[in-house]
Every structure is written in structure tokens, then in C-alpha cells.
């Protein structure tokens, strides 16, 4: 059966003298292992289309569970993210945290929007328009908020109250309560979250794609919004990635 999809590549190995696997986030069928005969020669048509982060047009052969590529149509290969070593280590964890999450949440309903986000996070990071740190803000916290993991950021969990002077966010069960309706200590799981932040929050969890990135910030809310973005995924997917600690520790 021959399937045609779109889809950017998100990881590959190597196999026998001159063949890959690679692993492809599509719009239509999530994430697929495509074995590629011959992809490693410098001269194999495939050889572009292929490489990591490369957004293409695959045509894949499926035979019962394995898919071998057929054909590929280059659309951009992001090719200088590689010159950035702190760009390329950052692409390197969104990978990893897609795989991660889509495979073990199986969200077939989203692919086509969280495809456009990898596109246009990659796309704003190649590009040096924004600042790394918010990409990785709004490609974690939005990734997640799509499979399943948003918080409630509309009002306080208890009375609804949309705004408060002090707000508690709670990191661990992603609930917000008014000052009011608080009653226990802020520590490590709960922390008070200020309005800005919290307006940054619903934008990157609800907003259209279309007006996603646009959104300003100043140093300081961005550093409060990495905190937040950071210790909300950790909390939720329970684990960290060797790229996130590469990418930490040339930062
Ligand atoms: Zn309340």
C-alpha cells in the first residue's frame, strides 16, 4: 500500500552500509519509522529530503507494520539551524519531547496543528526572529497543552475569579486559585504567578496559530515564564531528556 504524506524528520540511525531508518512526524499518520534504502549516500535523490528536520513530501510503501520510503519531494531542510549549536541542541529536545509525548499519548485528533507548530517553531528559530528561550517556552507548554496536558488557566479553580491581585498557580495538578480561595502554603508546587505571566500562559496554551508568535515579552516575564514552562513539563511527563540537559548546559 502506497501512502503519501507531509511530514519534518525527527530522528534517524543508521543501518548496514548505506541505509537509514528515520523517524517522521506526519500530519496524517503521527509518527512513522521509514526504513530508507541507500539514504546515506551523498548522491541518493533522498538524501535532503531525509536529514534530520527536513520538512518533505513522503510517499512510503507500508508492508504490514514497516514503511519504506518510495519517493520524496523537498520543502525546506532548515539546513542552518545546523550552523548554531545552541539552535541545533534546541530543535534536538523539541524532537525528543515530540516523540516522547505523541507516542505515548496518541493524540491522532492534532496532528495537522501540532505539525504546523513544529514548522513554525522551527521556521521563527532558524530565522533568529525570536528569542530562543520563548520558543522554547511556547513549543513546550502549547505541545502539551495539545495532547491533552493544558492546565486551567481560565479563573481560579474555585470561584472562577478571572483575575486576582495575588494569584497561586499549581504547577502539580495545573489548577489556579485566587488569594481568597487558597488555603495552603506556596512551595515547590505552587507558586504565586503574576498577571503578565499569566496572560503569556493563556496566550501560548489558546491562541490561534496565526497570532501564536506574536507575543512580546520582557526579560524578566520571560524568565518567569521559562520556570513555569520548564517545571510544568517536567511535572507532567515525569522524566527529562538528554537534549534538554545538553541544551541547558551550553546555555
Ligand atoms: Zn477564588
Sequence with gaps: MLLTTMGVVIGERVYGENDKFVDIFTKDYGIIEVTVKGGRKLNSKNYAAT????????????????YYLNSSEIENTFY???????????????????KYTVLSYDSDESYEFILKLLLNTLYY??????NIMLLKSIFE??????????????????????SHSKMHFNIQDGKLYCDNCFSGNDGYNTIIINESTLSALRHI???DMNVLFNIKVSDKLLDE??????RYTYAHINRSFKTLEYFKNIS
Excluded: M, Q, W
Design 225 to 230: 515564564l521559562n520556570k513555569i514552562t520548564d
Design 141 to 162: 507548554f502549547r505541545l502539551l497543552s495539545e495532547i491533552g496536558l493544558i492546565p486551567n488557566l481560565i479563573g481560579c479553580s474555585v470561584c472562577n475569579a478571572y
Design 125 to 130: 528559530l532558524e530565522k533568529g526572529s525570536h
Design 80 to 98: 542552518n539551524l545546523r550552523l548554531d549549536i545552541k539552535k541545533l541542541a534546541l530543535a534536538s529536545y523539541f524532537a525528543e519531547l515530540l
Design 205 to 207: 496554551s489558546l491562541s
Design 51 to 66: 536529514s534530520l528536520f527536513s520538512y518533505s513530501k513522503f510517499c512510503v510503501r507500508k508492508r504490514g507494520e514497516r
